[in-house]
Every structure is written in structure tokens, then in C-alpha cells.
């Protein structure tokens, strides 16, 4: 399974842009990279996942290295509401009862804390 | 789009006793369904995977008979804590998605307390 390595917390000051790096030196050819987050007590969200482009959506930016052993998730301006652990998953595909499919394998993510 | 819903949000009940969690999605089919666990300040860990009319697939050390999973629709699943104990206390939750290229969409997870 590919591992992703990310810093465990991190600070943003409230309407700046936050950007969360991961590392995933052992990414295979056609493995996707998920971001998800976790608001305290809460299931965790979707924000994005690409796999070689880099990819924007409302909630974010999604930032691959040409080489894809790494990326950067960007919110461009970050709020109270964002503070959350942040999950970089490289998605792992397998072989089930229902055929082709894929898991996610979650990390310790970061902690981000959004300040005012 | 793309709601998970999970109910109960939160149980406590006496140990030896059964639990049952449900999954459903709320606009689309859920072709696969994930059951996870996540104890205070760890990281989520995946119990099992579910298709719809198929039997589950569990993770390594995750006992099937102790943690009973149903997909009987592409709109439901529901995960059973059978003779639940004080280490069963958990978060416990769900996530669903249909496609294989579509992402897993999270329910707000189910609380289990064991007295």
C-alpha cells in the first residue's frame, strides 16, 4: 500500500491561504490521491482527489508534483469552520465479492487550526 | 448531493446485548458500502467493505461473527455489534459510493457506548 507522510498540525491565520502537504513517494502509476477531513465527532468530508493534474473545485485546490510523489492541498482562504484534521490518502484498488473496488486507508492526518 | 445518512447517532446500552447501525444513502445507489472504527484521538480504521447481494469482505482481525454487515440494497446497509462489550465502545462509520471512480461519502458516524 502507497503511505502518504504529512506534518501533524499546522496553523493558518483566518483569510489566508492554508497549504497542507503530503508526501507519497511510493505512489504506483494509476493510484488516485484522496483528500478528505474530519471536523471533531463528525464523519469525514470529501474535498478532492486527482491523479496527475492538478484539479480545483469549490472547496479547494488540489496540487500534484509532476513526479506524483507528492501534493498540496490548498484552501485558498481558509476559515474558522476549516479548522479539522485533513487526510491524504492514496487510494489502494482490490479484488472483492463484488469485483473491482478500492479502500482507503486513513493516516493521522494534520491538524490544522484555522486562527481569528 | 451524495448524503450519507447513519441512525443512531448515538446508542449506550448494557454489555452482552446486540446493536444494529444503519447505512443508507440518501440520492444515489450505493454500489459499495464501508464500515469503519475510530477510537478517541485515532484515525479512522476500515472494518469491512460490503457489494450489494454479496457477502462482506473484512479486514484482517476484524471478526465477521462478532460484527455482522448486510447490503441487502443498493440503498442500505446495516452493521450489527452482536453480544457488544465495553471494548466494543467506539465511533462507528459508514461510508457508501457508487461508480469505481466516484469518492466514498461519510455518514456522521454512531457513538457506541457499552455500560
Known amino acids: 500500500d502507497a503511505k502518504t507522510t504529512q506534518p501533524p498540525s499546522m496553523d493558518c491565520a483566518e483569510g489566508r491561504a492554508a497549504n497542507l502537504p503530503c508526501n507519497h513517494s511510493?505512489?504506483?502509476?494509476?493510484?488516485?490521491v484522496y483528500w478528505y477531513r474530519q471536523i471533531h465527532s463528525q464523519g469525514p468530508q470529501y474535498i478532492i482527489h486527482?491523479?496527475?493534474?492538478?484539479e480545483t473545485n469549490e472547496m479547494a485546490s488540489l496540487i500534484i508534483t509532476e513526479d506524483r510523489k507528492s501534493s498540496t492541498l490548498i484552501l485558498p482562504h481558509a476559515t474558522l469552520r476549516d479548522t479539522a484534521v485533513y487526510y491524504c490518502?492514496?487510494?489502494?484498488?482490490?479484488w472483492g465479492s463484488g469485483g473491482s473496488n478500492y479502500k482507503l486507508t486513513f493516516g493521522k492526518g494534520t491538524l490544522l487550526t484555522v486562527n481569528p | 448531493g451524495a448524503v450519507v445518512s447513519q441512525h443512531p447517532s448515538r446508542v449506550i446500552c448494557k454489555s452482552g446485548t446486540s446493536v444494529k447501525i444503519e447505512c443508507r444513502s440518501l440520492?444515489?445507489?450505493?454500489?459499495?458500502m464501508f464500515w469503519y472504527r475510530q477510537f478517541p484521538k485515532k484515525s479512522l480504521m476500515l472494518m469491512a467493505t460490503s457489494n450489494e447481494g454479496s457477502k462482506a469482505t473484512y479486514e484482517q482481525g476484524v471478526e465477521k461473527d462478532k460484527f455482522l454487515i448486510n447490503h441487502a440494497s443498493l440503498t442500505l446497509s446495516t452493521l450489527t455489534v452482536t453480544s457488544a462489550h465495553p471494548e466494543d465502545s467506539s465511533f462507528y462509520i459508514c461510508?457508501?459510493?457508487?461508480?469505481?471512480?466516484?469518492?466514498?461519502?461519510f455518514g456522521d458516524g454512531t457513538r457506541l457506548s457499552i455500560l
Open positions: 461510508s457508501a459510493k457508487d461508480t469505481d471512480n466516484q469518492p466514498q461519502h
Open positions: 440520492d444515489f445507489q450505493a454500489t459499495t
Open positions: 486527482g491523479l496527475k493534474n492538478n
Open positions: 511510493t505512489i504506483s502509476g494509476n493510484e488516485y
Open positions: 490518502i492514496v487510494r489502494v484498488e482490490f
